[in-house]
């Protein structure tokens, strides 16, 4: 999105953990408690009648975060010498407050009344002039990292995000929000009359004499081509995430005319795609078997890369341009070529099928950007449910024509259903609908199809693409 001016007041922060002096006790020996050690405790606490503080993976990553903040007499302690029992006490007592319903009521009011306080200063920016929403606009507070399933860094603690942790994007003449910013920057521009300045600077550099500089463009090429993420770009909560700049060896596999990657990728989903490279001159062929020889098969590929030098890299293409980038492209990109093979409606084609088609768009970006999910176990029970219905509904007799096209229509309607359900079985469509996809492509198809392109979006992503209804699609 370009604009000429843009305000807001950063984001929001939760509040920060109020200590209560509580003490555990370690091989029966009493350890005070720091607040940060408390605040991990408590967490833990928190956690007390779940099956989480049973989870020996739970544990170990717990522990690793949390006897760090003892004294070091205490680094080697295991789970079964630490007694939290006055942690337990202490939220039980507190638990037992909130039981009165009066009590509850009270808080409740008060955390709304701070919660809109907060909203009304960091919910909004001012975009050319207008006053628009901004979807997500607290910090995500410290917690105990629960991951999908088996997720290997289950009971990591993610640390609190403080103002010198976040970079800011406004006007240069906007007011600075109060707090010691890590960054302040002003980036107007789109990057897509670049684009194709940018592949010509890869493709130049594949062939490059420096062996950094060809590691770096080939890096880029995958990012380009496979819609692959960076690599090291990872939060310390999640798990051993693999990307293009921190490929192994054991991650490639060749063939005659192409090269194999298998991989597991963020939130540890399986990464498997194939790049097509014919000819044993192709550069993107040579460097990969050049990087990848004489190494173990759990050396880099690209030993010596990182994201920040990734996005230096693609920064002399053009300014600010960085590996995300290429994803919003992608993502973009798939769904309009989706779309405009989808334009061409009768008058009395439904909404629904419209919005069918609207999702299928969206469908193909995920699947283009591998934001694959772990089915919700509701989906065999909804799935059997729908059919049931349809079976349901095809038997229903009628007695009349009106009443025969009302029910074909609501035929279609759930059929149609059915099938966007079982083609997104493994696929979370939300990731790159909030992140990725931009709404003005939508728009534009919108109304060429005369179909409400808003009804791609929930409230919150309504509030937050405002923008797009008063651009040009």
């Not at 008058?347 to 069918?356: D, G, N, V």
């Amino acid at each position: 999105m370009k604009w000429k001016e843009l305000k807001h007041n950063g984001v929001a922060f939760p509040q920060p953990y109020e200590p209560r002096n509580l003490t555990i006790l370690i091989n029966q020996e009493p350890v005070s408690l720091g607040p940060n050690a408390e605040e991990l405790a408590y967490a833990w606490g928190k956690k007390r009648a779940t099956p989480y503080v049973q989870d020996p993976v739970f544990q170990t990553n717990f522990l690793s975060d949390f006897l760090k903040l003892l004294p070091s007499k205490c680094s080697e302690a295991k789970m079964p010498e630490i007694d939290f029992t006055q942690v337990h006490e202490c939220q039980a007592k507190e638990d037992l407050l909130k039981t009165d319903p009066a009590y509850r009521k009270k808080l409740a009011a008060e955390r709304k009344l701070i919660r809109l306080q907060l909203k009304e200063r960091h919910g909004y920016a001012e975009i050319d002039g207008t006053k628009t929403e901004i979807a997500n606009w607290m910090v995500e507070p410290p917690s105990l990292f629960m991951g999908r399933g088996s997720h290997p860094m289950r009971g990591r603690w993610k640390p609190r995000i403080f103002p010198e942790d976040v970079v800011l994007n406004l006007s240069e003449s906007a007011p600075r929000p109060q707090g010691n910013w890590k960054e302040i920057v002003h980036d107007h521009d789109s990057m897509w009359i670049a684009y194709w300045v940018v592949r010509e600077f890869i493709l130049k550099n594949l062939q490059s004499p420096e062996e950094k500089t060809r590691k770096l463009a080939t890096v880029c090429y995958l990012i380009d081509n496979l819609a692959m993420r960076v690599g090291d770009e990872k939060e310390e909560d999640e798990a051993d995430t693999v990307g293009a700049s921190t490929l192994r060896v054991e991650h490639l596999k060749f063939h005659p005319h192409a090269v194999e990657f298998d991989f597991l990728g963020k939130d540890s989903v399986r990464w498997q795609k194939t790049l097509k490279l014919d000819g044993e001159d192709n550069p993107v062929r040579k460097n990969l078997i050049e990087f990848s020889r004489g190494k173990k098969p759990e050396d880099l590929v690209f030993d010596g890369i990182t994201s920040e030098s990734v996005n230096r890299f693609l920064g002399k293409a053009a300014r600010g341009l960085t590996a995300k980038v290429f994803r919003t492209h992608h993502a973009t990109e798939t769904v309009k070529k989706y779309l405009k093979s989808h334009n061409t409606f009768k008058p009395e084609t439904p909404t629904f099928s419209k919005l069918y088609h609207a999702r299928m768009a969206n469908l193909e970006a995920a699947i283009r950007c591998n934001h694959k999910r772990t089915p919700p176990k509701t989906w065999e029970g909804s799935l059997a449910k729908k059919q049931q219905r349809l079976l349901e509904l095809k038997a229903k007799p009628v007695k009349t024509e009106t009443q025969k096209e009302r029910l074909e229509a609501r035929v279609e309607k759930l059929r149609l259903d059915l099938e966007l359900q079982k083609k997104t079985r493994d696929y979370n469509l939300n990731t790159s609908l909030r992140n990725y996809i931009d709404p003005r492509v939508y728009k534009g198809w919108a109304n060429q199809a005369e179909f409400d392109w808003k009804k791609m979006y929930p409230k919150t992503l309504q509030r937050k693409f405002l923008w797009a209804d008063r651009t040009r699609a």
